[in-house]
Structure formats: C-alpha cells, structure tokens
Nanobody, 120 residues
Framework: QVQLVESGGGLVQAGGSLRLSCAAS????????MHWFRQAPGKEREFVAA????????YYARSMKGRFTISRDNAKNMVYLQMNSLIPDDTAVYYC?????????????WGQGTQVTVSS
C-alpha cells in the first residue's frame, strides 16, 4: 500500500524559503508520477508541481514556475519541493500525491499534508 508522508512545513517570513519533503513507501515508484498540491483556507485545492519518477520530467503550475522546484531522490524514495521567494499567498496545506500518470485533478494516493505559513 502506497504511503506518503510530508514534512518540512512551518512558519516563514515573506521572501524566505522552505523545502518540503515527501517520503514514499509501499510500492515500486519507477512508474509513478509524484505531485505536489496545496489548499489554502477557503480555496480549492490547486496543483503545484509534478515529476516523473523514472525520467525526472517536471511540470509546474504557471504561477509557481520559477519560484518552486520539484525534485526526487530515487535511492531514498523521497520527493522534494523547494520553495523560494515565498509570499503570503503561498500559505496553505501542501500535499504530496502519487499516481501512475500525470494527474492534476485527483491522483490516487495522498499524504496527510504539511502546513506552510508565510507571514508578511
């Protein structure tokens, strides 16, 4: 059974950086696409970024490209989201998700989320 556990969230000032981590277990992920989503209070969940596990092909939401970088460490079964130049609008719960295909709507597996709060 696929398990995803996020970490690395916290409180940061505007302009700062955070790196989120997602530990994946329970499957062989070489055929998976790993995603990051976020959901701010009162807003719908939105796609942030994705990466194919095998080839490392990346996808980004237009508004995040250039500030956020997704990466993975195959040996450690870890996926990361490096977030730079954070702004208060980046405040949200960030979720790691996995699917066998690129899926910006509803990947099949989700972590529990990690809170990111950006203060002004």
């Amino acid at each position: 059974q696929v398990q995803l556990v996020e970490s690395g969230g916290g409180l940061v000032q505007a302009g700062g950086s955070l790196r989120l981590s997602c530990a994946a277990s329970g499957s062989t992920f070489s055929n998976y696409v790993m995603h990051w989503f976020r959901q701010a209070p009162g807003k719908e969940r939105e796609f942030v970024a994705a990466i194919t596990w095998s080839a490392g092909v990346t996808y980004y939401a237009r508004s995040m490209k250039g500030r956020f970088t997704i990466s993975r460490d195959n040996a450690k079964n870890m996926v990361y989201l490096q977030m730079n130049s954070l702004i208060p609008d980046d405040t949200a719960v960030y979720y790691c998700a996995a699917d066998r295909r690129y899926n910006v709507l509803a990947p099949g597996y989700w972590g529990q989320g990690t809170q990111v709060t950006v203060s002004s």
